[in-house]
């Protein structure tokens, strides 16, 4: 049974989501790397350096940078709405799009 929705602009916006976060991981980037240097601080307590890895550890979920074997949630989040999508139903509505549109004459 074909699906009811637009197949590609579901895709569409999967790949703004992605454009999106791909802008706002280089400064996620320099948040963990700044958390990573404060603990480095002479002395810190630590109930203070179970705060910054926090932060680390949360970034790190969010984008899962170099070095890690799994994806990001947010990475994943977006694959996991590209999977939804019926590949059939997109190709569907890919060749039909490719044929242009039409005014009815009726």
Known sequence: MP????AMRVMAAA????KHINVAVE???CARDAANA??????????VKRRFYRVIWEIERAI????HLSE?????SVK??????????L???QRRASFGTMQSMV
Do not use: C, F, H, Q
């Not at 996991?80 to 139903?89: E, H, L, S, T």
């Open 15 to 18: 790949d703004m989501i992605e």
């Open 27 to 29: 400064p996620l980037e």
């Open 80 to 89: 996991a709405i590209r999977d939804g999508v019926p590949k059939d139903d």
């Open 64 to 67: 899962s940078t170099k070095g």
């Open 3 to 6: 699906i009811k929705w637009s």
């Open 38 to 47: 404060a603990l480095g601080t002479p002395n810190l307590p630590d109930y």
């Open 72 to 76: 990001g949630n947010l990475y994943a």
């Open 91 to 93: 190709e569907a509505e």
